[in-house]
């Protein structure tokens, strides 16, 4: 089910002659498309919401960036950034027409400052290249999102969090410095390779998850750590989720160090055994605790989970089993990257990101197979246990086009309107987009939207730089 979205009054088509003046900005003219835009270029990563662009621009450097920006500007062009496209809320899709700014072709990693514990990419840096580029090295970049093919730039915009984010912290908490383009062209400079910066106003901070609202990053300073030298898991059975979330919680508490504890019931661990051809252990079980830990050495990785095992036996664990080779590890771990796509193998579904309190994980989840069984619509959770953060699949099943537009409407209201009503917020990570938007709003205090719009009228006066999201 695709959407096409092209709002009228604010879309100013890009004339002829201006392309003109584009191709004088950017040196390459293979790089302006105009005609024959692949349909990838106007969409997200699930392709059900679609835009539309009269030119698709790939930059090369900071400078190129600032160009556009400027000609946009002062024709009041409506431009949209992209990386990857892997988001899911639609943070990429042109709604407005204008430009696409493809950053994919700026992905250098410029500096390697072993000193100071730092890297230098440009944004179209894939994490995965990152990840191996500085683990090849001794160091480790530790924010961790499932989507591996993504983009640094993209992750930043997004405040991507990732399953280490309960030792580790979330992408905002990696990020040292930022160069990015305003939407009138100018470049600011914020942050830098020092650990510390209290220097007036975080602009780095406001730009860090802003969606690319209100700039465009164009080169980013992270902090990296030691890599640790050991790394070992844990598969841990019980007969209930409470019982499983109220054992991580104890587990928080008595600081054993885990890397990431992930949460999964039985019914989505299922059809990640079918679609990836492996069995779990236990599988009587309700629902599962994964753990990984690691550290600098294996006395010190096992003592934790020996800790760990204690804790969860304690707490009414069905067992406590030892992922200590690395063949066996990464396949229990790629089943738990897999569920989404074990999903998507069985029918479309629509992805939720909502993150409650951690202890109001189970009772969430309580609600959402309550609204199942109520709505007879199938979701599905998992998620990250040790922050709180859920993610549910709402499964399409065999529903028409308008009983699924119905449905999901009324699953989504009723689950967004319990994560408020919990504590919790709209996205742990995915971000608003255009999906979230109206979840988003009904849960926000009107006062913090207004003053999302004062910041987005003062850095983008004319409105032009991906208008129409978030807020």
């Not at 004088?24 to 003219?29: G, K, M, Q, R």
């Not at 030792?167 to 830098?192: C, F, M, Q, W």
């Amino acid at each position: 089910m695709r959407r096409r979205l092209v709002r009228p009054g604010i879309y100013q088509k890009v004339e002829v002659g201006f392309l003109q003046e584009l191709y004088s900005i950017i040196s390459d003219p293979q790089r302006i498309k105009t005609e024959g835009i692949a349909e990838k270029y106007v969409t997200d990563n699930l392709g059900r919401l679609q835009g539309t662009c009269d030119a698709l621009v790939f930059p090369v450097s900071t400078e190129e960036v600032s160009g556009v920006m400027k000609w946009a500007y002062a024709n009041s062009v409506q431009v949209t950034p992209r990386g990857a496209g892997t988001n899911l809320v639609g943070s990429t899709v042109p709604e407005h027409g204008g430009i696409v700014l493809d950053l994919s072709l700026m992905n250098r990693i410029v500096e390697l400052d072993e000193d100071t514990l730092t890297v230098t990419v440009e944004p179209g840096v894939l994490l995965a290249d990152l990840q191996a580029y500085v683990e090849a090295r001794g160091l480790f970049y530790p924010p961790d999102p499932g989507e591996k093919q993504a983009t640094i730039g993209g992750n930043i915009s997004t405040n991507a969090g990732g399953m280490r984010a309960v030792k580790y912290g979330v992408t905002r908490d990696y990020v040292r410095g930022l160069t990015a383009v305003l939407p009138s062209g100018e470049v600011i400079h914020t942050g830098g390779k020092v650990v510390k910066d209290s220097s007036g106003l975080s602009l780095k901070h406001l730009l860090i998850g802003s969606e690319g609202t209100l700039g465009i990053i164009t080169e980013c300073v992270l902090k990296l750590i030691p890599k640790p030298a050991f790394v070992m898991g844990a598969l841990v059975p019980f007969d209930s989720l409470k019982t499983g979330i109220d054992a991580v919680i104890r587990l928080i508490h008595e600081n054993v160090g885990p890397t990431a504890i992930e949460f999964m019931e039985r019914k989505v661990v299922a059809l990640g055994e079918r679609f990836m051809g492996v069995s779990f252990p236990y599988p009587e079980a309700s629902a599962y605790i994964l753990l990984s830990f690691d550290g600098n050495s294996e006395g010190e990785v096992r003592s934790n989970a020996e800790r760990a095992r204690q804790s969860v036996v304690r707490s009414g664990a069905l067992d406590f089993l030892l992922l200590e080779d690395k063949e066996t590890l990464d396949e229990v771990w790629k089943v738990r990257g897999a569920l989404v796509k074990a999903v998507e193998a069985v029918s479309e579904q629509e992805p939720v990101d909502i993150v409650v309190p951690i202890n109001k994980t189970a009772d969430f989840i309580a609600y959402a197979n309550k609204v199942e069984q109520e709505s007879g619509v199938q979701l599905i959770s998992f998620g990250h246990a040790g922050d709180g953060n859920v993610h549910l699949c709402v499964v399409r099943g065999e529903r028409d086009a308008e009983a699924w537009r119905k449905d999901l409407k009324a699953v989504m209201s009723r689950i967004y309107g319990k994560s408020h009503e919990l504590g919790g917020l709209t996205s742990g990570e995915h971000g608003i987009g255009l999906s979230k938007k109206p979840y988003f709003q009904k849960a926000t205090d009107p006062a913090v939207i207004a003053a999302m719009k004062q910041i987005k009228d003062a850095l983008d006066d004319r409105h032009i730089l991906n208008t129409g999201k978030i807020f």
